[in-house]
């Protein structure tokens, strides 16, 4: 779903278009049209991206906030001060065998949210590693 709020004029395509069609249609919609040619690709600097920020956004966005409130899961601004790191690295790695191991922490989470328990994401320890640094960065 694409817009142009202030004239008020929306359109719908599936994502998995053509990707040049979809260029095209959008390119049209909006009046983006330009005679002049395109900038090449070969061109483009690289893509910085904070893997961190990307990690969270993906995974744990969907039940955590970070400065905003509970959700589905805790509030996470703050963990890393609250929370000792090698166990926040743990339980970010394997959940699910925390709480089984009949951790403490994991089962008073679990419990106040509803039972709820948090998924194994299946993270390798350099995607822990970013996420725990986004976290700390985050919350300063």
Partial sequence: MLGDEPTGQWMQNSAEDNPRFLASTIE????????????????????????????????????????KGDVVGPDLAGVTARRDSAWLARYLAEPDRVL???DPIAAALFAKYHQIPMPNLKLDSEDVAALLSYLEAQSS
């Fill in 28 to 67: 049209t919609f909006l009046g983006w049209r330009s005679e002049q040619p395109a900038t090449s690709y070969a061109e483009a600097q690289p893509l910085t991206l904070d893997r961190g920020r990307y990690v969270f956004r993906t995974r744990c966005l969907g039940c955590h906030t970070i400065g």
């Fill in 100 to 102: 089984a191991a009949g």
